[in-house]
């Protein structure tokens, strides 16, 4: 059986992909028109490209300490956590669809993970 430390890697990935993501709606909302100097210079632009570059690095950690088919599924909790931050960060609604897509996603992985967690 894997140790449960290595489930970090998989939790430092969906927090640095959905700050990526947040940190990106700030570059696009901090920018005037197209400016591709502009874009590239901003500061929330440059975080966006630090986190989703770290990501990548705890990404390939993650697939060293488990299966793909396992490690995967947990990446879709990405869009949970984007959700609640767009709410506060952004003052974005959240709909009843949104809520009942998040159960299902949920409940899938849930099953997933009962799954595979036997042949891990």
């Known amino acids: 059986m894997k140790s449960n430390l290595n489930f970090i890697f998989i939790v430092l990935c969906i927090l640095l992909q959905s700050a990526g993501g947040i940190f990106g709606k700030y570059a696009a909302l901090t920018t005037e028109g ?20 770290l990501q990548a690095l705890f990404w390939q950690q993650t697939l060293i300490h488990y299966p793909l088919s396992f490690a995967y ?9 984007v959700l609640i931050l767009s709410y506060f960060f952004f003052q974005e609604g959240i709909s009843l669809n949104n809520l009942f897509g998040l159960i299902l996603i949920s409940s899938g992985i849930t099953i997933l993970a009962r799954d595979l967690g036997d042949s891990i």
């Open 34 to 53: 197209f400016n591709p100097l502009e874009t590239i210079i901003n500061v929330f632009y440059l975080l966006s490209i630090v986190c989703l570059f």
């Open 73 to 81: 599924p947990f990446m879709s909790l990405v869009n949970f956590v």
